[in-house]
């Protein structure tokens, strides 16, 4: 009888009154309240006549709930689908139907927009609140607060995590327990986190970073969290001085940099600042060490994968570079054409191998084989090289992707919305330098002979359809699409053409 997330992320800590989650207002939850949480979350999953297996898509706003009810999943014996608080319904419509999802869970504020849409897919919609008052809350406030967990295998399909494609169409990354749990062991260790930590926990839940790097680390070390709803600067340095460590995307380190109370004082007690999702320029990384002392230790994952490279706990962490392979993964660095490896210190796509990298891409057969290879390698379409002392190095993308504030933006899922618009006969999507969040969207348009596409209509039909990060910070009207002599697009010579838009 197991269940591998649950045996050691839960169980060990169901019984202790030590706090798990620091929250706003001096409050806390311990541990015992947590276990028994995911239970009575467990029994209304049940209630709602789920299967072992079945999928669960949820767009809830963070929160302790949130929590529990994602490890209710896995005590369920459930696949549990975290999505954006950000996204639209016509952006969730995909996710419930290529997911086949049974049941769907959002906000009540949303569930008048939503509902329809879970519905259209075959999927009920329940509701979860920060309040607690939504309607999978009250089955489960009525329920249990034990329940007998539902055996699951190591190899067995946790989560499904949608990560956008090159062609626009939103690809579900099957991850299983063995694939969570493995690397949470891994850095728990590599960090060395223990019981002791309080981890000032900023992040979004619906991503790797906020909900497998941090929380499954803090479960399985059993120290706390300081959980707050969101980035906050305000907010996160009146937690600071209460935390021992904390784990943040490029902004959020650049953003405490812009703030004069952030000082060798007030980040001095802290054993350990994490950075990872996006590129942390070498500039911050220094910034950061001559205000406070502390070097940023920065690692590399995705989500397909969880996390492969980090600098070292005890050792050199060299800004620029995310650090060494995890114990228990292969990297090699490969010519994108051969697909054989390069040598050392020479740039090429990142490959990796190891008990973290997922299964495959659900119902995407041929989208897995491309990426997947059969010997086990994942193709990340990361350009990167190994130096000479053995630390990776990311260099650029082989894959057309912006990151800005860490969220990943598809170009291609932007362009196909842009090339539909009244007026306009082709469009281009590049991601340029921003100040805050790294990279800012530009969309250039090209409208058809004789029109003149109309902006304001154009932004309003992209409100409707896309979360509010996707959405372009710049858009402009240009004659032609610069071209090469095979016809594809020059998005380096529009990134140069742009590259002022959000720094002048
Ligand atoms: C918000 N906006 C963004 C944005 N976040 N635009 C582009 N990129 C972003 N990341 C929009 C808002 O909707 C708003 O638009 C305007 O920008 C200003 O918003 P803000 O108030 O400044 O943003 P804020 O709410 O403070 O959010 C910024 C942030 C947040 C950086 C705190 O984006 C964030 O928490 N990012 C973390 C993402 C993350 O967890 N990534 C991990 C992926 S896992 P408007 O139109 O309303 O004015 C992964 C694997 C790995 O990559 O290795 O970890
Ligand atoms: P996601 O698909 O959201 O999980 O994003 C994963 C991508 O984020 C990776 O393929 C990288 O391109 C990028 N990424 C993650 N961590 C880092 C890092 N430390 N430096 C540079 N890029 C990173």
């Not at 063995?178 to 981890?199: C, H, I, K, M, Y």
């Not at 406070?292 to 570079?321: C, F, K, V």
């Not at 053995?390 to 196909?416: A, F, M, T």
């Amino acid at each position: 009888m197991a269940n591998p997330l649950y045996d050691r992320l839960i169980a060990p800590h169901a019984g202790k009154d030590t706090p798990f989650l620091h929250l706003p207002g001096d409050t806390t939850l311990t541990y015992a309240d947590f276990a028994g949480r995911t239970a009575q979350f467990a029994h209304a999953l049940m209630d709602a006549g789920l299967q072992t297996g079945d999928r669960v898509a949820i767009q809830a706003e963070k929160s302790p709930d949130t929590l529990a009810l994602i490890f209710a999943c896995a005590r369920a014996g459930l696949v549990f689908l975290p999505l954006n608080t950000g996204y639209t319904a016509s952006e969730i419509a995909y996710f419930i139907e290529n997911s086949g999802a049974t049941l769907f869970i959002c906000d009540p504020a949303k569930a008048a927009d939503m509902a329809p849409v879970a519905q259209a897919s075959g999927a009920a919609c329940e509701t979860l609140s920060p309040d607690g008052s939504g309607s999978l809350q009250t089955t489960a406030d009525a329920a249990m607060r034990d329940f007998a967990t539902v055996d699951r295998d190591a190899d067995d399909l946790a989560a499904f995590l949608y990560t956008s494609g090159t062609t626009g169409r939103s690809k579900g990354a099957m991850l299983t327990q063995g694939n969570l749990l493995s690397n949470a062991e891994t850095l728990v260790d590599l960090w060395q986190f223990t019981e002791r930590d309080v981890l000032l926990h900023a992040l979004p839940i619906f991503h790797t970073h906020g909900l497998f790097v941090a929380t499954n680390v803090i479960l399985l070390a059993g120290g706390s969290m300081i959980f707050l709803p969101k980035f906050d600067q305000a907010e996160v340095l009146q937690a600071l001085p209460k935390a021992t460590s904390m784990m943040g995307v490029p902004t959020f380190y650049t953003r405490l940099l812009d703030a004069p109370e952030f000082t060798k004082d007030l980040a001095g007690h802290m054993r350990l600042f994490i950075s990872g999702s996006a590129p942390l320029l070498a500039e911050t990384h220094r910034a950061f060490e001559e205000r406070t002392g502390h070097r940023i230790l920065e690692r590399y994952g995705m989500t397909e994968t969880n996390m492969n490279t980090s600098n070292p706990y005890d050792g050199d962490r060299r800004p620029g570079t995310v650090g060494f392979p995890l114990p228990g993964v292969d990297l090699k660095v490969c010519d994108p054409e051969s697909g054989g490896p390069v040598p050392r210190g020479e740039i090429g796509v990142i490959e990796v191998r190891g008990p973290n990298v997922f299964k495959g891409y659900w119902q995407m057969p041929e989208k897995t084989a491309a990426e997947l290879r059969d010997d086990g390698f994942f193709i990340t379409g990361d350009l990167g090289m190994v130096d000479a002392d053995g630390y990776v190095h990311i260099v650029g993308r082989g894959k057309d992707l912006i990151i800005s504030g860490g969220y990943n933006i598809y170009p291609k899922e932007i362009e196909l919305l842009l090339d539909d618009q009244p007026g306009v006969l082709e469009s281009a999507v590049v991601g340029v330098p921003h100040p805050d969040f790294g990279e800012g969207v530009v969309a250039v348009l090209v409208a058809e002979a004789g029109a003149a596409p109309d902006l304001n209509a154009i932004r309003a039909d992209l409100k409707e359809k896309l979360a509010a990060y996707k959405r372009p910070k710049r858009i402009e009207v240009i004659e032609n699409l610069p071209r090469n002599t095979m016809g594809k697009v020059q998005k380096n010579l529009l990134r140069d053409s742009y590259a002022d838009s959000f720094t002048a």
